[in-house]
């Protein structure tokens, strides 16, 4: 489930793209630079992915997943959960 921090991370992620992480990772043609699919991607992101085709759009989901933060457990014993009520200061 996504929450607001992993959302913002989807967007922290596709800021940082540059045009060869996209055509690294086949989400745009290499040595298409300066074409409309890079001007797209800066200018318009929402159309950018609503015109992808499914392959390329499936490549950029794989790059934006490669890049986001592992879920690490939360530790616990961090915490002092131990009741001191009645103990003295």
């Not at 489930?1 to 940082?16: C, E, G, K, Q, T």
């Not at 001007?39 to 392959?55: I, W």
């Not at 934006?64 to 014993?77: D, F, L, N």
């Amino acid at each position: 489930m996504m929450n607001a921090l992993s959302f913002r991370d989807v967007f922290s992620i596709v800021h940082n793209l540059d045009l060869s992480d996209l055509e690294q990772a086949g989400v745009i043609n290499p040595g298409a630079n300066c074409g409309s699919d890079w001007r797209r991607f800066n200018d318009d992101f929402g159309t950018f992915v609503l015109k992808l085709p499914s392959a390329r759009l499936d490549k950029l989901i794989g790059l934006i997943e490669a890049r986001r933060p592992k879920a690490t457990p939360v530790a616990v014993t961090f915490f002092d959960f131990e009741d001191r009520s009645g103990e003295a200061c």
